[in-house]
């Protein structure tokens, strides 16, 4: 339960939010659950990919309700857990009138933490073909807002040539409560070979490197990750041994203490990893630290150890990782994920250096995804906006209340959240995605 739950569940908690005229947040859907009404699946056009991919995951569907236009309140008769949209066929803007029967009737009818999912294609083509695509993600982004009661909205862009075995993953981690706080967001899926099945247990016998992994979302990413059957390398600095040692403890996994900014950092982590395993399937770089003031007061330490900590030590651990010759690095296949946040991609009052290194490690991974593709080695990003962390928990309460609710779910995520995305990312089965960064932010009201 999130700081903000608690204070609404709480007695004393209640009769303040009732006086500041606050409404309760709505409770969304978390983990490895399903939506409990059924799912619809609107097919626009000749295309069978959604059809496909819902079977190949076991997912049972129905037939859509259409909108006329001559009924004033379109919807279903038992509320909808789902509607899969597979607008992939879509090439023409008349042909988006289609999509708009099938949404006005779902968005009246969906339950409680539901899902609307648009899986459109790339922006390729003529210039009307690049509009409706476009077009797709402004109805995804102005949809999400209009939802309620936790109901979230995704577009997933499905390049030709991926079919079902490379949208699996992807459907399945939208459709789940893993996606609770991924909202009003547009991703891709690549064509990909060797995509590995679908697995509730993706990570089984799987070593993951979790840097910052002593605390909070760090914390959360390593727990969340044993779930899913991975091994964990936890690593941290010196100073956070204790608490990096009891989540090592927790997960089963191993610690490893260290500096990421120090020259050596990469050749340590393979050196542990090389005496343990084979090799990295995946690495998560966490680790990252804010030195905030405002552009006119950030001298030259400030600026330069916000991006050696959040971006330079992870290019310098990458380029160790990845050499073929170093016993213990990344394994052809594997995975690497960075943590962006919403701060680089829309900018923050008094944060630029940390903005400018989380944009850095956003431009990173779009930079290194083609160029590891011929090693199966996906690169992505996630992007986290107000998260509830013992940190955001000291910042003021009305200003902390305002980050809460500048979203379209009226509440900070989880680290959970955070960790449920980098989770989805990792996996095997994720083959297809690459180059991307996820926004895990409730659909934060500010940025692009």
């Known amino acids: 339960m999130s700081v903000l739950e608690k204070a609404f569940t709480s ?25 409990s009404g059924p799912i619809v699946l609107a097919a626009l056009g000749d295309s069978t990919l959604g059809a496909d991919t819902l079977t190949l995951l076991g997912r049972p569907y129905e037939a859509p309700v259409l909108d006329s236009g001559d009924d004033p309140v379109p919807g279903y008769g038992d509320r909808i857990g789902a509607l899969v949209v597979d607008a992939t066929a879509l090439t023409r803007v008349d042909q988006l009138e289609q999509l708009r029967a099938v949404l006005r009737p779902a968005v009246r009818g969906l339950e409680g933490a539901g899902r609307i999912i648009l899986l459109g294609r790339p922006g390729t083509g003529d210039w009307e073909q690049r509009s409706v695509a476009r077009a797709l993600d402004g109805i995804d982004r102005t949809v999400a807002k209009e939802l309620r009661k936790g109901a979230t909205s995704n577009l997933v862009r499905v390049a030709e040539g991926a079919g079902p075995e490379q949208l699996a993953s992807t459907l399945d981690f939208v459709l789940q409560g893993r996606s609770a706080f991924v909202d009003g967001q547009t991703w891709q899926v690549e064509p990909a070979d060797e995509v590995a099945p679908h697995s509730q247990r993706p990570l089984d016998g799987r070593v993951i490197v979790v840097t910052g992994a002593a605390r909070g979302i760090g914390a959360a990413i390593a727990r969340t990750l044993a779930r899913d059957g991975a091994t964990i390398v936890a690593v941290d600095i010196p100073a956070a041994g204790e608490s990096l040692a009891a989540v090592a403890n927790e997960v089963a996994g191993t610690a490893l203490q260290l500096d990421i900014t120090a020259p050596d950092a990469g050749a340590r982590i393979a050196a542990h990893v090389a005496a343990r395993a084979e090799g990295i399937h995946g690495i998560v770089h966490n680790a990252g630290i804010t030195r905030d003031k405002m552009l006119a007061n950030t001298d030259a330490a400030r600026w330069a150890s916000v991006l050696e900590v959040n971006l330079v030590s992870q290019m310098r651990i990458n380029e160790v990782l990845l050499d073929p010759s170093v016993d213990g690095g990344l394994l052809s296949g594997g995975r690497i994920v960075g943590v962006a946040s919403t701060s680089g991609l829309a900018g923050n009052k008094g944060q630029t250096n940390y903005a400018a290194s989380k944009a850095g490690v956003a431009g990173l991974v779009q930079a290194m995804a083609p160029d590891l593709a011929a090693r199966g080695i996906t690169v992505n990003a996630v992007a986290p906006g107000f998260i509830e962390t013992d940190m955001t928990a000291r910042i003021p309460f009305v200003q902390r209340e305002v980050f809460r609710r500048s979203n379209s779910l009226s509440q900070g995520g989880r680290p959970v959240d955070v960790a449920e995305t980098i989770g989805y990312l990792l996996d095997p089965a994720s083959q297809g995605v690459t180059g991307q960064v996820v926004r895990v932010c409730g659909q934060n009201l500010v940025g692009a």
Request: hydrophobic letters at 30%; proline letters at 16%.
């Open 11 to 35: 007695p004393v908690g209640r009769k303040v939010a009732a006086k500041a005229g606050l409404a309760e947040p709505p409770r969304l859907r978390r983990g490895r659950t399903y939506p």
